[in-house]
């Protein structure tokens, strides 16, 4: 009887721990926490975001990881130029100058149209790269964008590409850094929030040198004849954010649409 | 020297929290940064959708009737990693929310920040950091 007594007791502290480790357990958000293998960490547990950056077996740097964006170069990709800094063909800055008279209320992306290069790397909405080596390809995921997929078989870009939101990408390896070439654009996208225009000229490339295990350089060039008279440069700086997953965001309910009046 | 209307956008950029950097449209061609209002009411629901949430909370006005109002706050993925969740504020909760106006009229606005009444801060104003921050 005391035995019976004892195992409900028993029973009953495990249930209640469980159910009290259960209620301990956050909210589920795929992952938003989880600590990420291979993370170098310092004796207080945390990713040590200065150690040197990983390589592949080949010794070429491995990108891999989740990383995101700086907040300046989505609203304005040419915030580090002088406004005469930035080479505006006419029509493109009478564009520019219409589109910033209006507060961006045009912005594709207000209406939950796909986010083009490089807007998808320089919003502060994380990106995943994927090294596959084996594969020779390079994936690249986002929230709330269609994936990329980075061709390192050495093909080469299309010469008449139907054009796209996202357009192709290639990539092949400088030293150490690794320079992606797109092309194939549709010129609907805008290359940030405050409305820098784009064509179907539009050739992006993207040079990413992992500076540590934390640090990443990314020099975009932006060669697009059409609207600009020469090719220009951003320098980004995307930062790994550690021990966490890409989290899902469907642009499901744009409520600020029919309330986007401009000025 | 960009030019002014820019130079007073960043300005205002930078006085909002984190959460509200990275919106994805225009904050100007919908909210007014310099008509601002503090707004406390009752929470009548919370939207946790992409591209904003919304906050709908009712507003008592001078004259005794009550005025609805939605305010926006960041993006669901923002705010999941500023710790904040869907359940951090519930239909019920006395809120004070500080934002800027519609330039339409409506009763909307985009809140700076978000108050319980025991005076915690909610989605906002958590952290001077991106998205994304390890916490």
Known sequence: ?263 | MRNMRWLIASSILALMAAAQLLAHHSFAAEFDGNKRITLKGTVTKVDWRNPHIYVYLKVKDDRGGVIEWACEGGPPNVLLREGWTRNSVKEGDEVTIEGAVAKDGSKRCNSRSVNLADGRKVFAGSSEDSAGSSK
């Open chain 1, 1 to 263: 009887m005391r035995k019976l007594a004892l195992r409900n007791l028993a029973v009953t502290a495990a249930l209640t721990l469980g159910i009290a480790g259960l209620a301990a357990i956050p909210a589920p958000a795929q992952w938003l926490k989880y600590p990420t293998k291979g993370t170098p960490r310092g004796p207080d547990g945390k990713a040590d975001l200065t150690a040197p950056a990983p390589r592949r077996p080949d010794g070429k740097p491995d990108l891999t990881g989740v990383w995101i964006g700086v907040t300046k170069y989505m609203i304005d990709i040419a915030a580090d130029l002088k406004e005469n800094e930035v080479p505006f063909q006419p029509w493109a800055a009478e564009e520019f100058k219409r589109r910033r008279a209006t507060e961006s209320k045009d912005d594709p992306s207000a209406r939950c149209l796909p986010l083009s290069l490089p807007l998808k790397q320089t919003i502060t909405s994380p990106f995943k790269m994927i090294d596959i080596a084996a594969k020779e390809e390079m994936v690249m995921l986002y929230e709330g964008a269609r994936h990329r997929e980075i061709f390192m078989d050495g093909r080469p870009l299309p010469k008449d590409p139907e054009p796209s939101w996202y357009g192709y990408s290639v990539g092949k390896w400088d030293g150490d850094d690794l320079v992606i070439d797109s092309n194939g654009f549709n010129g609907k996208g805008w290359l940030d929030i405050n409305g820098h225009p784009t064509t179907e000229e539009l050739h992006v490339t993207e040079r990413y040198h992992r500076i540590d295990f934390g640090h990443m350089s990314l020099e975009i060039t932006i060669d697009d004849p059409k609207a600009y008279t020469r090719p220009w440069k951003v320098r980004e700086s995307p930062r790994l954010l550690p021990d966490t997953e890409l989290l899902e965001a469907v642009c499901e309910n744009n409520q600020d649409l029919e309330h986007m009046v401009g000025k």
